[in-house]
């Protein structure tokens, strides 16, 4: 998941390159770089840890090149430092290049090239590219190209500058998302189309197996085999969201408030004669409803908003679904076929796992479902039908508002369907509808309350482990809250059924353990508070999530979330977790926007 930019134009490359590396530092940040062209060679600069320490390195430098591509990284191979920083330039000096993706068999490639007198200097895959690129280079970069990527394994988006072609970037695509834009006597090329939106007017993904070759006043493709190939340019039309945190502190806090307008946004225009109706859908109902199963598939926080959707959509439509974890579902050999349509879940739309899942599914006939929230997308482009999030850029590494219009989303998708199938009568899908309407100012009150939560968080902000529990849909929120805070606070966390604990974990529960239970379920409320009074009767220290505290035990800490209709309870309990989760890691000092180890989306296995 790491960001790539290159530009080649009028103006000089450096600041262009240096913004676009801002724009995509979220996607990875445990170093960066720069290789600027000039007509000797190439200045390369890297740095570890965050880009600022990049920009401090350069500030003074007056490069006035160009041409040049730029890097931020999330490791796969090799420690986060500079040496394995990109670009990573050939031992003749010939070919620098950076990467986005895993290359499966660089250690064999790279003892070939040590039999052959190459050095290596990085513990990096990614450098046996420029290695093969000047083992093979006779004075033709494309041919070059054609031989070092037809012996590669696994995935990659590359930039290339050669020494001898001043002026052009090559690029290189298989699995990894890499896109060209066109502008005014400039062309760039990036992992992500936000880093190209100020220079470029139009923009063309390449795919699996394509070339190109970049120059300021042309772009050129080709196939594998070095065919001249044409592609399509669209315009770009990236929502000019605001980038700025406005008068938050963090990215994460304003998109935890941003929650309410996004999920009324997406209900917008969704409404017809009071009952939900998704016209990107239109056209597949009959095949759906007549479904024998649906599959979900998705990753991390997309993966617990498929968890809530399960019960919304098997209640109200009565259609079996099988939620699972996309890197799983891709090599489980699942009997997916032209009856059992496929959902994926994807903030980024560019997870490389969810996408091998969808790949899966459209090998086996399936139709394809995409609940997508960056369009246009590698999982937006390749879904046979596509739900629109519409939660706008989502800055923050740890997912609030992408997850919280995914639920809604599904919940809709839900209605649909039980609209179209008869499973519910025009008055109960009035009903839920009416209840999905209410949400957004639910989320407005729990939001005004937030200081209780910041104040019930402080105990916490010392704590090694927490354990979340609920039953039901209580469940697939406490997934959510799980993840929220580990991810961010890096305490230990897990999730667990309420009804599960009995069955070995409580075995961990000892004086002040930190238990928060989701029991807003008002169904389960009562097996959820016999789970609850177990684990304190073995001196665990209980905080409760619930709508009505009125059987909760006085000993207990307690969160009140509005009323909603139980199967919607995950988009109303989520809100205190991902306040709990946000203070608790603020007052641990943690980096809330950019937690360490991670990125936001992950485009390799
Ligand atoms: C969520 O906070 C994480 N950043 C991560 O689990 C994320 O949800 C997961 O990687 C899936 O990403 P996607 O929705 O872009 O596919």
Not at 250 to 263: A, D, R, S
Not at 291 to 299: F, H, M, N, Q, S
Not at 454 to 465: G, L, M, Q
Not at 474 to 501: P, Q
């Amino acid at each position: 998941m790491c960001g790539i930019i290159g530009y080649t134009g009028n103006n000089q490359a450096m600041p262009v390159i240096i913004k676009g590396l801002k724009t995509l530092e979220y996607r990875g940040y445990d170093s960066s770089g720069i290789a600027l062209s000039d007509h000797k060679n190439f200045s390369v600069f890297k740095s570890e840890g965050k880009l600022e320490n990049l920009i401090e390195k350069t500030k003074n430098l007056n490069n006035l090149s160009e041409t040049g591509i730029g890097h931020t990284r999330w490791a796969t191979h090799g420690k986060t430092n500079e040496t394995n920083a990109h670009p990573h330039t050939s031992e003749d000096g010939m070919f620098t290049v950076v990467h986005n993706g895993i290359i499966e068999n660089a250690e064999i490639i790279k003892e070939a090239l040590e039999s052959k007198g190459y050095r290596f200097i990085s513990d990096t895959d990614t450098e046996v590219i420029p290695q093969l690129l000047s083992y093979h280079y006779d004075g033709n970069v494309p041919e070059a190209m054609r031989k070092t990527f037809s012996s590669l394994d696994g995935s990659f988006a590359v930039a290339i500058l050669c020494r001898n072609e001043p002026g052009t970037i090559y690029a290189a695509k298989r699995q990894s998302p890499l896109v060209v834009g066109k502008g005014e006597n400039e062309n760039l090329l990036a992992s992500d189309i936000c880093a190209l939106s100020e220079h470029a007017e139009v923009f063309s993904y390449l795919e699996d197996g394509e070339f190109a070759v970049i120059r300021k006043d042309s772009i050129n493709f080709f196939d594998s085999s070095l065919k001249p190939i044409e592609k399509s340019f669209k315009k770009i039309t990236t929502e000019s969201s605001d980038n700025s945190k406005g008068n938050f502190e963090h990215y994460m806090l304003k998109e935890i408030f941003q929650q309410p307008e996004k999920i009324r946004n997406l209900l917008k225009d969704k409404i017809k004669n009071k009952k939900i109706f998704l016209n990107e859908i239109a056209e597949l109902s009959l095949d759906i409803t007549k479904a024998e199963r649906l599959y979900i598939v998705a990753c991390g926080s997309a993966y617990h908003a498929a968890l809530a959707g399960k019960f919304a959509i098997e209640e109200m439509c009565r259609i079996p679904v099988e939620v699972d974890v996309a890197s799983e579902f891709r090599y489980r050999n699942p009997p997916v076929s032209c009856n059992t349509p496929v959902i994926i879940i994807s903030q980024s739309g560019e997870t490389a796992d969810s996408i091998a899942a969808l790949r899966l599914a459209n090998s086996r006939g399936a139709i394809v479902i995409g609940i997508v929230n960056v369009l246009p997308s590698t999982i937006a482009n390749e879904s046979d039908y596509v739900i629109a999030t519409k939660a706008g850029r989502e800055i923050a590494v740890a997912t609030t508002k992408g997850y919280s219009t995914q639920v809604a989303a599904l919940y809709m998708l839900a209605l649909h369907i039980a609209g179209i199938k008869k499973t519910l009568t025009d008055k109960q899908l009035e009903f839920f509808t009416n209840e999905l309407i209410e949400i957004p100012e639910k989320i407005e009150k729990i939001l005004s309350d937030s200081d209780t939560i910041e104040n019930i968080s402080e105990k916490y902000k010392e704590k090694k482990e927490l354990f979340f529990i609920g039953r039901n849909t209580d469940f697939a929120a406490a997934a959510e809250a799980s993840l929220k805070l580990k991810e961010i606070s890096y305490i230990n966390s897990s999730a667990f059924a309420a009804g599960e604990l009995k069955h070995g974990t409580i075995a961990l529960i000892e004086n002040n353990t930190p238990v928060v239970a989701l029991c807003s379920n008002k169904q389960l409320l009562k097996k959820t508070l016999s789970n609850i009074e177990e684990a304190f009767s073995r001196g665990a220290d209980i905080l409760c999530v619930c709508k009505d505290k009125t059987f909760c035990n006085k000993n207990y800490k307690t969160i009140i979330i509005p009323d909603c209709t139980d199967i919607f309870t995950p988009l109303l309990e989520i809100i205190p977790m991902q306040l709990f989760a946000y203070y608790v890691a603020k007052k641990r000092g943690c980096d809330i926007d950019m937690p360490k180890n991670l990125a936001k989306s992950v485009t390799v296995e």
